[in-house]
Structure formats: C-alpha cells, structure tokens
C-alpha cells in the first residue's frame, strides 16, 4: 500500500532546522538525524517501524544539535478518475439536461423553503434551466444539516462529521459545475476501524489502486484478518450470494428486515454484524443494527463496492457554508435567483382549490410565486402541513418518517494527538460512531500544535437532552479508551483547552424497517407543490448525496410542469411580493 500522505500523527526527533523536500510531507527540516517513529501505524503493516533520515549539514560554520519541533503536513491524496463510471455519467447528464432545456419564455418564480443541501440545488438547476428561485432559509446561516459557526476565537464547529465518497456521483459534479474541485482532500482508499480490544490499535480494510472494482473491495476484506476470521468471511459471502444474483429486487425486498433479523436469518456468525456492521450502521443512519434496515446496508454496499473509488473519502478542504453552500448561491444570484436568511415559514397559505397561494413568513410577510417546494427536514414538514392536506395519502405516509436525534462533539486538546491519522475513523465504540483529528484532515482547521477531534455521538436518542457537561464526560471515558496514552478520562494526560457540542434533536430519517415504500416522490399531488430533501424517492440513502439528487429530481419535475405552472396566470417576478 503506498505511504503516501499516511503520516498524520509521528513521533519525531531531529537535529538541525533547515527546510526540505521529503516524501510523505510537504516541508520538514533538514537535520543531523530524523528519526520518525510511526505510532499512528498501529494495527497496521506499518505497525513498529520506524524511518531514520541521517544527513550532517553546517550552516555558516555552526553545527546545530538542537532539538526543534517537526511541522508535519500530509498530502492529499490526488482526485481519483470518477469521469467515465456510469454513475458519474448519468448524473452529468441529468446536469447537463437543465442547460441543454428550451429556454422559458417567461420564468418561472419558485419559492423554496430551506437552504439546506436539497434547496440549495432545487435553486441551482432552476437557475441553469432559466428560471428564477427564491430561497428561504429560516436561520441566518446556510447548510442546513451541514450547516457550521464560527466561534469568538475563529475557530468552526460543525452540525455534523462530513466526508465525501467517490460513489457521490451527483456531489461530485456539483463540485466540478462550480468549479471547486479542488476543494475535496481525497484520502487514501481505506477504512480504518479502531480495535476495542486493543486499545489504541486500529485494524484497516486497504482497497489496492491496481485492482478493479469489486475485486479491490473483496482484496481489502480477504486480506483483514484481524476483526473477521476466514470461517466468518466465508458465512458472509454466501449470505450475501441472494444479494448478488437478486440484484436491485432482491435488496429492496429486504426493507421489512434489521440488520440483526437478516444477519440471522442468512446464518451469518453475530461477530460479523459486532465486529463490521455496528460500526457501519451508526455511521450510515446514527442507530444499531437491531433498528436500521437492512435495506440501507445492502445499497451502501451496492454504491461503495461497484465503482473502484466507490468508498474512497474525501474531506472538504474548510466549513461547509463558505467553501460549499456559498459557490451556489453565487451561481444562483448570477443566474437571476435569490437566497434570503433569517426567512423562518409560519404558514403555508392555501387557494379556495387547496393549492398553495403563499408562504406567510413569521415577520408578517406574504411571498407569492408560481411554484412552492418544501426542501426542508421531512420533521419541518410535518409541522407546516395544512390540515387539509394530511389525509391525502401521499403526505398521511410521511408519519412513518422521523428524524434521528445527532449529536456532533468537537473538542480541542492542549497538544497534538499522536494515535491518528490523516482520514475518517469507526471508533466501535457504544457511544460514538465515527471521528476524525480534524486538525490534520482539514486544511482550514490545520493546527501544527494542538488537535480537535470532530466526533459523532450515536445513538443519541438517550442522549440528546443531557447537558453539554455530561456528554463531554461519557466522550472522555470513551475516548481514553481509543488513546489509552494519550487521554484520560479525568484529563490528567491530554487537556481539553475548550469544546462544542452541537445537538440536532431530528436529522435524517430514521432508517427502520418498511420506510421505503413512505418516501414521497419530487411532485407531491398538490398541484405546484414539491419536495425535496434525502428523505423523498431517490437511489441513494438519507446522505448528502441523496440530498442533492432529490433537489434535481425536483426542479426536473418543476421544468417538465413549466406549461402548466405557467398557465397558473401568476403574476410577474417582479411583481411577486415580499410585503407585509
């Protein structure tokens, strides 16, 4: 496996100070000897090795002997070739659909609540089809479950722990439609689970660049001794085998099952669900395996396992609201569009026909528009429904629908944490689900001295009403469990120098057994009245990615309504009020 860009936490003794180009680093020193023990290896083939660098330099006749602190940044990985898989193909065509479209002879104004992800690229494709959003977000910042803040020392915390995969392929070219590729730190292609039962060691899954998919993931699993034995592999794959030979029929029969009942029911070990699937059903939905559908793990699979860079991660390179949300809404507004903050919906304002006449803000105001789309949490939704609507079946299955509680830790330690790496880790904790040293991962937050864990406390439901105190406390005993000599609980070791915990009572929809047939499509039976938002009808799961495909979807389904919604006789863009 290659080494590069592996290096984010090292143990480093050297002599002299002088900047050189090395391998695996950007900069460090140039000295008498570097000697770099790679704790952060542990559970690794780099497991106890160690690199000595020995080069005898003077500088104007002086011998340096001193001992100077290593800057260590690593490099990322480079963007892997997404271009020419299927996926990535498809999603550019349904991209490319809204600028290759007949231009409207009058625009459409679209009124769009909820500045999240959905409704940020609701309003993106409109714009490129040649009509004119107007989005509404409640709060004074934009992501919605993405959203971040900067705090008074300038520091960003997060509402959740983010990466991007390569099988993200409608993300991915929303990223190249803005032009900011560049702002995804790929990593290298692996899964790194910590080891509960060797504390501070962690076991990977390494998927080789030279192999095709899915022969690189099988190599990964096959080659990890260390959380699965080979009896326990075999069990696995011949349960998985209906999977295989079912295809997309055979998974989405199992919705109506656990991850528990269908491991058990295929005669697959427990171990196997203990050692790998706990961790991956926190990670995917914030719940265990006895919650989450089944469902929900075989389309992971299917979406990480079929493309080769399927389950490589990247992070994004700063906050989310400035180097994501904001490049749409500069493409939005170039294209004629608006986002307005601080735009909190009170009521949904109906015709004498039952459709939608306007959205009442809760300052008083009335906006008007020729389409509405609701692209908020499925939760929010509920809230607002006009009684009128909520036997309709269509929005009467939206019940089954409820958002999981999350909770998201950062804390920010006195010193720099070795036992880490440069990449996203399953902590196999019964607390915590997944985290990152946000201070290597991340440019924006890189810090050569001190480290911030970003952590993602599920499940929280037993949680998400207990003081910030308290679950500072339970992250701690968890947490000196994964450093075992670098942290403990009572911070005698490591010290916390300040920490946020962000709660988020109701985030994606809680992935049980028998949801999928409740996931309501785009177009909703109310004439002019859409949805958008990872929990409506798409192929991929409650992610970012199936947030922003579920904003194409619908602003695809408001283009092809464009002779109807046009016929509505609405009133001109310039006449749509904002008014009191």
Same mark, same amino acid.
């Given at each position: 496996?290659?080494?590069? =860009?592996?290096?984010?936490?090292?143990?480093?003794?050297?002599?002299?100070?002088?900047?050189?180009?090395?391998?695996?680093?950007?900069?460090?020193?140039?000295?008498?000897?570097?000697?770099?023990?790679?704790?952060?290896?542990?559970?690794?083939?780099?497991?106890?090795?160690?690199?000595?660098?020995?080069?005898?330099?003077?500088?104007?006749?002086?011998?340096?002997?001193?001992?100077?602190?290593?800057?260590?940044?690593?490099?990322?990985? *480079?963007?892997?070739?997404?271009?020419?898989?299927?996926?990535?193909?498809?999603?550019?065509?349904?991209?490319?659909?809204?600028?290759?479209?007949?231009?409207?002879?009058?625009?459409?104004?679209?009124?769009?609540?909820?500045?999240?992800?959905?409704?940020?690229?609701?309003?993106?494709? %409109?714009?490129?089809? =040649?009509?004119?959003?107007?989005?509404?977000?409640?709060?004074?910042?934009?992501?919605?479950?993405?959203?971040?803040?900067?705090?008074?020392?300038?520091?960003?915390?997060?509402?959740?722990?983010?990466?991007?995969?390569?099988?993200?392929?409608?993300?991915?070219?929303?990223?190249?439609?803005?032009?900011?590729?560049?702002?995804?730190?790929?990593?290298?292609?692996?899964?790194?689970?910590?080891?509960?039962?060797?504390?501070?060691?962690?076991?990977?899954?390494?998927?080789?660049?030279?192999?095709?998919?899915?022969?690189?993931?099988?190599?990964?699993?096959?080659?990890?001794?260390?959380?699965?034995?080979?009896?326990?592999?075999?069990?696995?794959?011949?349960?998985?085998? *209906?999977?295989?030979?079912?295809?997309?029929?055979?998974?989405?029969?199992?919705?109506? %099952?656990?991850?528990?009942?269908?491991?058990?029911?295929?005669?697959?070990?427990?171990?196997?669900?203990?050692?790998?699937?706990?961790?991956?059903?926190?990670?995917?939905?914030?719940?265990?395996?006895?919650?989450?559908?089944?469902?929900?793990?075989?389309?992971?699979?299917?979406?990480?396992?079929?493309?080769?860079?399927?389950?490589?991660?990247?992070?994004?390179?700063?906050?989310?609201?400035?180097?994501?949300?904001? *490049?749409?809404?500069?493409?939005?507004?170039?294209?004629?569009?608006?986002?307005?903050?601080?735009?909190?919906?009170?009521?949904?304002?109906?015709?004498?026909?039952?459709?939608?006449?306007?959205?009442?803000?809760?300052?008083?105001?009335?906006?008007?528009?020729?389409?509405?789309?609701?692209?908020?949490?499925?939760?929010?939704?509920?809230?607002? %429904?006009?009684?009128?609507?909520?036997?309709?079946?269509? @929005?009467?299955?939206?019940?089954?629908?409820?958002? $999981?509680?999350?909770?998201?830790?950062?804390?920010?330690?006195?010193?720099?944490?070795?036992?880490?790496?440069?990449?996203?880790?399953?902590?196999?904790?019964?607390?915590?689900?997944?985290?990152?040293?946000?201070?290597?991962?991340?440019?924006?937050?890189?810090?050569?001295?001190?480290?911030?864990?970003?952590?993602? @406390?599920? *499940?929280?439901?037993?949680?998400?009403?207990?003081?910030?105190?308290?679950?500072?406390?339970?992250?701690?005993?968890?947490?000196?469990?994964?450093?075992?000599?670098?942290?403990?609980?009572?911070?005698?070791?490591?010290?916390?120098?300040?920490?946020?915990?962000?709660?988020?009572?109701?985030?994606?929809?809680?992935? $049980?057994?028998?949801?999928?047939?409740?996931?309501?499509?785009?177009?909703?039976?109310?004439?002019?009245?859409?949805?958008?938002?990872?929990?409506?009808?798409?192929?991929?799961?409650?992610?970012?990615?199936?947030?922003?495909?579920?904003?194409?979807?619908?602003?695809?389904?408001?283009?092809?309504?464009?002779?109807?919604?046009?016929?509505?006789?609405?009133?001109?863009?310039?006449?749509?009020?904002?008014?009191?």
């Amino acid at each position: 496996m290659p080494q590069c =860009g592996c290096v984010s936490a090292v143990n480093v003794t050297l002599n002299c100070n002088n900047a050189v180009k090395v391998k695996d680093f950007q900069y460090v020193s140039r000295s008498c000897r570097l000697k770099l023990h790679s704790g952060c290896f542990s559970g690794s083939e780099f497991m106890g090795t160690s690199l000595s660098y020995a080069y005898n330099h003077v500088i104007k006749g002086r011998s340096f002997n001193d001992v100077y602190p290593l800057q260590v940044r690593c490099i990322d990985y *480079p963007r892997p070739e997404l271009e020419n898989t299927v996926n990535f193909l498809e999603a550019a065509q349904l991209s490319a659909s809204f600028l290759t479209s007949l231009r409207p002879s009058k625009p459409l104004k679209v009124v769009i609540a909820g500045a999240g992800l959905a409704g940020l690229t609701t309003a993106k494709y %409109l714009a490129d089809a =040649g009509h004119q959003p107007l989005l509404l977000e409640a709060r004074d910042v934009l992501g919605g479950k993405v959203a971040a803040w900067k705090d008074s020392d300038g520091d960003w915390y997060e509402t959740g722990l983010h990466v991007f995969f390569g099988a993200y392929p409608n993300v991915q070219n929303l990223f190249g439609e803005l032009g900011i590729n560049d702002r995804l730190q790929w990593k290298e292609h692996s899964m790194i689970f910590a080891m509960p039962n060797k504390p501070g060691e962690f076991s990977r899954f390494d998927f080789p660049e030279v192999l095709p998919a899915p022969l690189n993931g099988i190599w990964a699993i096959l080659r990890n001794n260390e959380m699965l034995t080979w009896p326990e592999k075999v069990k696995f794959a011949i349960g998985l085998l *209906p999977a295989i030979v079912g295809g997309q029929t055979y998974v989405e029969a199992q919705d109506g %099952l656990t991850v528990k009942e269908w491991m058990k029911k295929q005669g697959v070990p427990e171990r196997v669900t203990d050692e790998v699937f706990i961790a991956m059903s926190k990670a995917l939905n914030f719940i265990n395996p006895d919650e989450l559908s089944m469902q929900c793990i075989l389309i992971a699979l299917n979406r990480f396992l079929q493309e080769k860079h399927g389950s490589k991660i990247a992070f994004l390179d700063g906050n989310p609201p400035e180097r994501l949300c904001a *490049p749409i809404v500069n493409h939005i507004r170039s294209l004629g569009g608006e986002v307005m903050l601080n735009s909190r919906i009170k009521r949904i304002e109906l015709n004498n026909d039952g459709t939608v006449k306007a959205f009442l803000l809760s300052n008083g105001s009335m906006v008007e528009g020729d389409a509405f789309v609701f692209a908020t949490p499925v939760d929010i939704l509920k809230l607002l %429904l006009p009684e009128s609507w909520k036997e309709i079946p269509y @929005f009467k299955k939206l019940e089954k629908l409820v958002g $999981v509680p999350v909770i998201n830790v950062h804390i920010w330690f006195d010193r720099k944490l070795r036992n880490t790496y440069d990449h996203l880790l399953f902590s196999r904790s019964s607390l915590l689900s997944v985290y990152a040293d946000m201070s290597v991962a991340c440019k924006e937050y890189y810090n050569p001295d001190q480290s911030m864990l970003e952590l993602v @406390f599920a *499940p929280a439901e037993e949680w998400i009403s207990r003081s910030d105190q308290d679950i500072i406390d339970a992250t701690m005993r968890e947490l000196a469990k994964l450093f075992p000599d670098e942290i403990s609980a009572d911070q005698s070791k490591a010290k916390i120098l300040k920490y946020r915990v962000v709660k988020t009572p109701r985030s994606v929809y809680k992935t $049980v057994p028998d949801c999928e047939p409740c996931r309501p499509l785009q177009k909703s039976p109310i004439e002019g009245f859409y949805l958008a938002g990872d929990y409506t009808k798409q192929k991929y799961l409650a992610s970012m990615e199936g947030a922003v495909l579920s904003g194409k979807l619908c602003a695809m389904d408001i283009v092809k309504d464009y002779e109807l919604l046009a016929a509505r006789g609405s009133k001109s863009y310039a006449e749509v009020s904002i008014s009191s």
